[in-house]
C-alpha cells in the first residue's frame, strides 16, 4: 500500500455533522491511480511506487511516455508521482489504487496543492500590510513605506517584505479531518479548504504529525 | 477509470454530495405561511422538542443551504430564528395557516405592529396541492 494519492480539488460545499453542525468540506476526487512503475534501490536508487492519475488523451502523450505507459498496461495519465510504499504489501505495476482502500479509517489527511496565482501583488495583498488611510492626511497610498535607514546598514535587509509575485506555489495543509470517504465515487470530503483551483491537482496523503 | 467518467460533473457533483443530507419530507409551503417548526434542544444531556410558532418572511438559499426566517411577537416584543431548513436539528415543520401575500420577504412585517402586522389567509389552490 502507499500513504499518498493523487486527486483533483472539484470545489466547496457544506452537509451536517451528527450534532446538526453545517460543516464546511472541500470534495476531492482521490483516484484512483494505477502504478506506472515500481523503483527498487538497487535498479532506480530508491524504493519507491511511481503513479499516475488523470485522464490523458492518447495524442497528447508524448513517445518514451506512451512506450511507459504500455510497458505497466495501463492507458495514458496525466500526471505521475513517485510515493513510497508502506506495509509488507508492494504494490504490483498496473495496480489500481483506490480511496476506499488507502484511505480507509484514516481520520486526518494533509492535503498538497498549487495556490492560486495571483500575479505581481503589492504589499497590501501580499504581505497584509495597512496601507495608509484615505483620510485624515494619509499619503502612502497602498505602498509599503520606508524599507529601512540610510548609513547603517545602508543596505535593505535580506527578507524585507516588499511586492512580488505571489501564489501559484506549493502549500502543504496539514491535518485536515476527513468528514465522509465515498469510495463509491472515489471522492474524500475533507474539513476546511484546500489550495489551488477546482480541477487543481492535489496530493492527499496520511497525515504525518498526527 | 470508466467510473469517473460517468460521475456527473463541476456543481452537479456537489449536488450529488449534498444530496444524502437533504430532507425529503419538507412540506410545501410559501413565505407568509404559519408554520409550527419542531426544533430540537439538547439540554443537560437531554433531547426534547420545542415549537416555534411563527410566520415565515423569508426563504433564502438553495439546496443544503436552504434557510427560512421565522418570526412571531412575544409579548410585543418580536423575536425572529433563521432555521437551516435542511439540519437534522429541525424536527418538523407543519403549516398551520396559508398566507396570501404579494412579496417574496415579509421585512415590512417588522415596521408593523398589532393588526397592521397581519396576513390574509390564503384560501387559493396552490399547484404543489395536486397530488
Known amino acids: ?210 | 477509470m470508466s467510473k469517473q467518467n460517468d460521475q456527473p460533473k463541476g456543481q452537479d457533483l456537489l449536488r450529488m454530495v449534498e444530496k444524502p443530507y437533504l430532507k425529503d419530507n419538507i412540506p410545501p409551503f410559501r413565505v407568509g405561511d404559519m408554520l409550527d417548526v419542531g426544533i430540537r434542544i439538547r439540554e443537560a444531556g437531554k433531547e426534547r422538542v420545542q415549537t416555534f410558532h411563527g410566520i415565515c418572511i423569508a426563504r433564502k438559499g438553495g439546496g443544503i443551504r436552504e434557510t427560512i426566517t421565522v418570526r412571531r411577537v412575544v409579548q410585543g416584543q418580536g423575536v425572529e430564528r433563521i432555521l437551516p431548513l435542511h439540519s437534522p436539528s429541525i424536527e418538523s415543520i407543519k403549516v398551520v395557516r396559508r398566507g396570501k401575500v404579494r412579496r417574496a420577504k415579509l421585512h415590512y412585517l417588522r415596521e408593523r405592529a398589532g393588526r397592521a402586522a397581519r396576513v390574509r389567509e390564503d384560501f387559493r389552490k396552490r399547484p404543489e396541492d395536486k397530488k
Not at chain 1, 481520520?107 to 497584509?128: E, L, N, Q, T
Open chain 1, 1 to 210: 500500500m502507499v500513504k499518498m494519492l493523487i486527486g483533483e480539488k472539484k470545489g466547496m460545499t457544506q452537509i451536517f455533522d451528527d450534532s446538526g453542525t453545517l460543516v464546511p468540506v472541500t470534495v476531492l476526487q482521490v483516484g484512483p491511480c494505477v502504478v506506472t512503475q515500481v523503483k527498487t534501490l538497487a535498479k532506480d536508487g530508491t524504493d519507491a511506487v511511481q503513479i499516475g492519475f488523470g485522464e490523458a488523451k492518447p495524442g497528447n502523450v508524448n513517445k518514451p511516455l506512451r512506450g511507459h505507459f504500455a510497458k505497466a498496461g495501463v492507458t495514458a495519465r496525466t500526471v505521475l508521482k513517485d510515493v513510497v510504499p508502506e506495509g509488507d504489501q508492494m504494490p504490483q505495476l498496473g495496480d489500481e489504487l483506490r480511496v476506499g482502500s488507502v484511505f480507509d479509517g484514516v481520520s486526518h489527511v494533509d492535503v498538497i496543492g498549487i495556490s492560486k496565482g495571483r500575479g505581481f501583488a503589492g504589499v497590501v495583498r501580499r504581505h497584509g500590510f495597512s496601507g495608509s488611510p484615505a483620510t485624515h492626511g494619509g499619503r502612502f497610498g497602498r505602498h509599503g513605506g520606508s524599507i529601512g535607514t540610510s548609513a547603517t546598514p545602508a543596505h535593505v535587509l535580506k527578507g524585507k517584505k516588499m511586492a512580488g509575485h505571489m501564489g501559484a506555489e506549493r502549500i502543504t495543509v496539514r491535518n485536515l479531518e476527513v468528514v465522509k470517504l465515498d469510495a463509491d465515487h472515489d471522492l474524500l470530503l475533507v474539513k476546511g479548504s484546500v489550495p489551488g483551483c477546482k480541477g487543481g491537482y492535489v496530493l492527499v496523503r496520511k497525515a504525518l504529525r498526527r
